[in-house]
């Protein structure tokens, strides 16, 4: 679930590939089209206006391993992916997504130990091409409001214990572990 950056509405993913803008006014909320009922949806996402809205499978066929951003407004939707080497299940499944300005956003993969996956992937919603920019983190993040760095979750096993917290740069510096907070399974930042 994701809240709009002026707290007027939601945006839940769910089961068989649902998706649902959700006014906290009240009122019917709104259904988004667009993925099979063989998906499960991982991540969603509001752009800073509240306009736009992406989500992501995290668990499916390898061939819906995408990313769809929907205008609220025109209706227009846009297809990003699917993720390279994505496989069926979880591989290559989306856990999290950001809006990076307009243009861009990121996403964190679940390799599922693949050795072709990396974990946090940015995508340019002008060419619609990933770029991949490091292997860590996989299960979800956060972006602080400067949007220079993030906080992350990497969990390359499948248990409690195998997860880490990793403070990530986006502008290409190194990665720095966390020790003190292995085990998480979830990250969160003031503003």
């Known amino acids: 679930m994701a809240l709009d950056s002026i707290g007027k509405q939601i945006v839940a993913g769910g089961d068989r590939g649902r998706v649902a803008v959700v006014p906290l006014e009240g009122g019917p909320a709104r259904e988004l089209e ?3 009922a063989q ?4 991540a969603v996402a509001f752009d800073r ?3 736009r809205v992406a989500a992501a499978s995290d668990n499916g066929p ?5 990313i769809r951003v929907w205008d609220l407004q025109s209706g227009a939707v846009q297809v990003l992916g699917p993720v390279p080497f994505a496989g069926e299940g979880l591989v290559g499944g989306i856990a999290s997504l950001s809006f990076l300005g307009q243009d861009r956003i990121l996403a964190g ?3 599922g130990n693949h050795p072709d996956l990396a974990g946090l ?3 340019d919603l002008r060419s619609g091409k990933a770029t991949v920019l490091s292997e860590k983190p ?4 956060v972006i602080s409001r400067t949007g220079r760095f993030g906080l992350g979750v990497d969990q390359r096993e499948t248990s409690l214990m195998g997860s880490e917290v990793v403070r990530f740069s986006l502008d290409g510096k190194a990665q720095t572990t966390l020790a003190a907070h292995s085990g998480a399974w979830a990250v969160a930042m003031d503003e």
């Open 109 to 111: 993969i679940y390799s």
């Open 62 to 66: 390898a061939q819906e391993k995408v």
């Open 121 to 123: 992937s940015l995508f």
């Open 138 to 141: 996989q299960v979800s993040f």
């Open 49 to 51: 206006e509240g306009r």
């Open 34 to 36: 667009g993925f099979s």
């Open 39 to 42: 998906v499960n949806i991982g």
